[in-house]
């Protein structure tokens, strides 16, 4: 089955402890990219990395960092996580799309609740 | 001014109403526009894109593009309960996986 999973699903942790939420895709997708949702505030992009070994920053980047060594894996790094951190996080890929072909549909992970105390 | 604007909800209707989602976006770059639907608790799931200017219909849903008015909409016809969600309306701003979000719009459908 064609899925991006993400882990862990739910984790509480307190300021300071780094952490890792995990992203792996079986698609064979060249884009990724991570999302944090936040109530009124809709999905907000962090990080994406168009290929292997290429990382740009979003939106809103400051707080975390990404990895790109595999191209089926793309994982988040909160080096000391603080509270303002909390959020619900997606991981998403998808194709590289060009010129309106809408090849560039994202597929989304089932998310990650993170808490930070 | 945000990039991409919905209005936020909710938005009620009864079933089987036509339910009617409207976008604004900003940048007239932008090439290709997508509604996602999200269910509370869930992460979203696309529903249609469209990239040309007029109407695209797939069954129940139709989404209309009008760029020269930066504005994209989703109609939805016989609004079934089951279409309760929040639906979040996207924009690739030069078509190249430069995604923007708006907040989403919660639609209930009321038996």
């Known amino acids: 089955e064609a899925q991006v999973t993400q882990n862990p699903r739910y984790l509480i942790t307190v300021t300071g402890k780094k952490l890792t939420v995990t992203c792996s895709q079986n698609?064979?997708?060249?884009?990724m990219s991570w999302y944090r949702q936040d109530p009124g505030l809709g999905l907000r992009q962090i990080y994406y990395?168009?290929?292997?070994?290429?990382?740009d920053k979003g939106d809103v980047p400051e707080g975390y960092k990404v990895s790109r060594k595999e191209k089926r894996n793309f994982p988040l790094i909160l080096e000391s996580p603080s509270p303002n951190q909390t959020s619900l996080y997606f991981c998403?890929?998808?194709?590289?799309?060009?010129?309106?072909?809408?090849?560039?549909?994202?597929?989304f992970g089932a998310g990650s609740r993170l808490t930070v105390l | 001014q945000k990039e991409v604007e919905q209005n936020s909800g909710p938005l009620s209707v009864p079933e089987g109403a036509i339910a009617s989602l409207n976008c604004t976006y900003s940048?007239?770059?932008?090439?290709?526009f997508f509604w996602y639907r999200q269910y509370s608790g869930k992460s979203p799931e696309l529903i249609m894109f469209?990239?040309?200017?007029g109407d695209k219909e797939d069954g129940r849903f139709t989404a209309q593009l009008n760029k020269a008015s930066q504005y994209v909409s989703l109609l939805i016809r016989d609004s079934q309960p089951s279409d309760s969600a929040t639906y979040l309306c996207?924009?690739?701003?030069?078509?190249?996986?430069?995604?923007?979000f708006g907040a989403g719009t919660r639609l209930t459908v009321k038996p």
């Open positions: 698609m064979n997708h060249e884009y």
């Open positions: 998403a890929s998808s194709t590289q799309g060009t010129g309106g072909s809408g090849a560039n549909v994202l597929t």
């Open positions: 940048d007239r770059g932008s090439q290709s």
């Open positions: 469209i990239y040309s200017n």
């Open positions: 990395s168009m290929n292997v070994e290429v990382t």
């Open positions: 996207a924009v690739d701003v030069w078509d190249n996986n430069d995604m923007r």
